[in-house]
C-alpha cells in the first residue's frame, strides 16, 4: 500500500477530533493543517475548558464523541490540567476515554510530568505540524 493510500486510510478511520486552546490563531491553524490533510470535517474546536467540557457532556454516548483531543495548557479560568481533572470525573467508559495530546509553547518537564500522571498520551511542542499529526494518528514515529 502507498503512503498516500495508507494516509487515506488513517484519515477515514480517524475519528472526531476536539481541539480546546483560548488562543483564536492556534486554533485556526490547528484546523487548517487538518483540514488540508482531509480531516477538516471531524474538528471541531473550543476556546475554553468549560466549553470543551460542555461539548464532551453534550456528546457522550454518540457517535460524535472525540476520539482525540488536542489541548492546550495555559488557559484563563481552567487550565489544561483543570480540564483534564474534570474530564476524569466524568467517568468515561474505558472504551469511549479520548487520546489527550497536550499541545504547548511550554516544554517545562514538571508539567509533562503532571500531564503524563493525568493520563495524557503525549506532550508535544507548538507549532503542531503535519509530521506530529501523522504521528498522533499512528503512522509515523516522530522524534523531538
Known sequence: MSEAQQLFTAYQDTGEILVIDDDTSSLFLIKDLLTSMGMGTKVTTAST????LDILASRRGTNRFPELLLLDIKMPDMDGFGFLERLHQLNLPRHTEPKIVVLSYYGNRMYQ???QELGVSAYLRK???REKVLDIIGLRSYSN
Do not use: V
Open 49 to 52: 475548558a468549560q466549553d470543551a
Open 113 to 115: 510530568e503532571r500531564a
Open 127 to 129: 507549532p503542531l505540524t
